[in-house]
């Protein structure tokens, strides 16, 4: 079992930053690729940005390519979006993920956290 908490979503203007966290606990933190994923009011959940196990290989969504990065700590058991040049479009729910192999499909990922909300102004 891996266990993920997610934090650090909130309020910001759009053209602003934020950094969410997620925090494993449990099984080997480092054997898991990691992904972010994200739900806006009336959408289904779609995938947004994922890192391999070693931070070596990272998947884009082509929406946040150039705005969002992705980076983890297997030390801390943590991994990292930062998000830049938010838009009013990137308001959602986000929820961290873990996987035993990198993907954008949401099915192979077996550990979620329980989501952090993101909201843009405009």
Do not use: H
């Not at 947004?48 to 705005?67: H, K, L």
């Amino acid at each position: 079992q891996v266990q993920l908490v997610d934090s650090g979503g909130g309020l910001v203007q759009a053209g602003g930053s934020l950094r969410l966290s997620c925090a494993a606990s449990g099984r080997t933190f480092s054997a898991y690729a990691m992904g972010w994923f994200r739900q806006a009011p009336g959408k289904e959940r779609e995938f947004v940005i994922a890192v391999s196990w070693s931070g070596g290989t990272t998947f884009y969504a082509d929406s946040v390519e150039g705005r969002f990065t992705i980076s983890r700590d297997n030390a801390k058991n943590s991994v990292y979006l930062q998000m830049n040049s938010l838009k009013p479009e990137d308001t959602a729910v986000y929820y961290c993920a873990a996987a035993p192999s990198l993907d954008r499909w949401e099915g192979v990922y077996e550990y979620w956290g329980q989501g952090t909300q993101v909201t843009v102004s405009s």
